[in-house]
């Protein structure tokens, strides 16, 4: 069937009209090929007329000029319980000069499923109606699938939402960018989003979606939280819903599981990217011995053309839990927590050793030399080696930031900072300018320590320090490993802090190539200071900073012998004893640079 023309007058349709159909199953599809050629072809569209429905549903919609081709389209239709008919609409506009076409239409799976003459087994429904034997996992998901509706009947409507009468007892987060949309009908971007819900298949259906447009930008996010649920012990707790990410520049949708409440949880599934205009059903089988939530994380792509819906969220074999989840201290890095400290004599210049209860010169406390016999004295400093493969920071902190309280950099996900990451945290893509392997053991499960710089805007600084460190020997180097790949990757800065004067021992900047490079930073002997690592943000997120395996080597102070130095050693103005060798060879080996005093 085809149109052709050469009109000027205003408003022309031409309409294509199915046959009346009386229903379809809930898997029913339509496809068919269709020509839309010439200078000033127009639009066309497949609409859904559904017996007492007023308003017709859009299915489908094609605009413009699309060349010298036939191209298929694809219709998703489901569960239709009402009689219908499909209506092709040829608008004219204005002046019409082109060939409009449609052939091949096709309709598959769109019959009620056949009956069966026995269904047994724990895993199998028998319809009551229709005596279909169907999966049991397709059982009150808010969807007929037996086609007589008694897969749906006696639900527990608290285990649902299909948004027709608001979020359920479903919450939007409140730590997160922004919200998750009910809507009807087509989202307001064109080349984006759903036409319609899944539930009713009609433009009086609800569904939630995430709004890519402006004001929000790349990497905001918006999170949907469930209710509390009771620990999945005896039974697996299953977990349904269906999804739509239609769109060129639609870029995350994440499933997570949380059992602490100002957290964001641990991620049980994503997907990345366009995936069709069609909702897709998705199950996930969760196992906790713990109280949990389950959180649908949005993310915003690069541009307008990336909305995400969702809709029928359905839990089965879930019951849900009298109670709140625990919450973790955000108490902000620095802190200091009362410690019960032994019986002792020590004065406030002396640190006290939290097993003996000895005294020790502050100036010993964060020294690389233990001094403690419990070694109490060195616990809370930097340490001489770090490959964060504890998931720890090894006594490294994030900075304070200027305009952030330390509470919010805690729980927010938005901003500029370092972390802990991994090459399997990786999403499509991200390895052209992440490492996906760590330095340690490389592989993708080792942990480093990384920038984000998905997040943040150009120039924008994360330091992550080490604590005071009180005193270090005249060799002392701090090695470590670096990755600086990508298109647009930033600067990497080591600094020397001591109160409030910073000084800059070391720095790189630009695509360093897709690999692990060692450096070495020189500190020598210094007092009451601390190493800073400092990441600023290049133009755009792809180029992560990222390290691994940071030591500290030869740092710990020069000891003063309890005998007098020999003929071979040089005595230094501090009394410490060094081979003369070392003598004026332009390194501070005695730390007070008596050794190279140009009067020896």
Known sequence: MFILKNSSNISQVAQLRSPKFSQTGSNCTMSFWYYNYGLSVGAAEMQLLVDGLEEPTVLWRIYYNQGNQWLKAFIQLGRLPHPFQLSLDKISLGFYDGVSAIDDIT?????????????????????????ACIDSLLVCDLVDNCGDGSDE?????????????????????????????????????LNTGPFKDHTRGTVRGHYLYMESSEPYVFQNKAVLV????????????IFRFHYHMFGKQVYKLSVLQRTVSNTKGQLLWYKFGNQGNRWIRQILHINSSKPFQILVEGTIGDGFTGDIGIDDLSFLSCTLYNGNLPAISTTPAGTSVPVTLPMNNCTEEEFVCRASGNCIQMTKKCDFRPDCSDKSDEASCAMEMCNFEDKSLCGWYPAALEETSETDSILSTNIFKWGLGRGAYLFPGQEKHSPSVDHTRFTEDGWYLFTDSSVGKFGQTADIATPVISLTGPKCKMVFWNYMSGATVGSLQVHSKSGNITSKLWAQSGNQGAQWNRAEVFLGGRSSFQVVLRAIRGVSYMGDVAVDDITFEDCSPLLIPDRPCTAEEFTCANKYCIPKDNLCDFVNDCADNSDENPNI
Do not use: H, M, Y
């Open 107 to 131: 309709f598959e799976n769109c019959a009620l499923p056949t009956p069966a003459i026995s269904c047994e087994g724990p895993d199998r429904f028998w319809c009551k109606v229709t005596k």
């Open 153 to 189: 009947d006696n639900c527990n409507p608290d285990l649902q939402c299909n948004f027709e009468d608001g979020l359920c007892n479903w919450e939007q987060d409140t730590e997160d960018d922004f919200d998750w949309i009910r809507k009807q009908g087509p989202t307001p971007t």
């Open 226 to 237: 469930s209710p509390v649920f009771s620990p999945s012990v005896n039974e697996t707790c």
